[in-house]
């Protein structure tokens, strides 16, 4: 970590021994370690923190994900029912459309046709009855 060999850790020893006397340099080792392990700990809690929050925030683009998906899935569904639905009222349209012109093209015949055909009937009906006629009296004749 700071890259100490075993002869500046010897040197360290000796200056420490120097400037705080050998009473009190073991309760100086011990607070020492003390704050190294209470170092490592925080380090320790800090690192599992970030990882559990790096968890966190992944399970929970993950259930948006799911969430986003779902909820396209849904959409599509919906898209095509309503697209289903459209064509069938588009061909129920366009049939009735095709009736209604097909009832308007026999309506305007009916309508031009009708006294033409009321007149045609009349002359047919006329020529029979003019044809019995003839005939009963060529009849009586013979």
Known sequence: MFNIGMSEMILVFIVALIVFGPD???EIARTLGKSV?????MGNDIVDAATETKDTAKNV?????KEVE?????????HDMLAEGSDAVR???EETT???????????TADITAPVRKEAVTKAADIARKEENSVKEHDLET
């Open 98 to 108: 095709e009736l209604a012109d097909e009832v308007a093209r026999k309506s305007m």
């Open 70 to 78: 779902e909820s396209l899935q849904k959409f599509k569904e919906a």
């Open 61 to 65: 683009s993950q259930i948006e994900m």
């Open 37 to 41: 392990n209470e170092l490592k700990k």
């Open 24 to 26: 009190r340099l073991p």
């Open 91 to 93: 061909n129920e349209v």
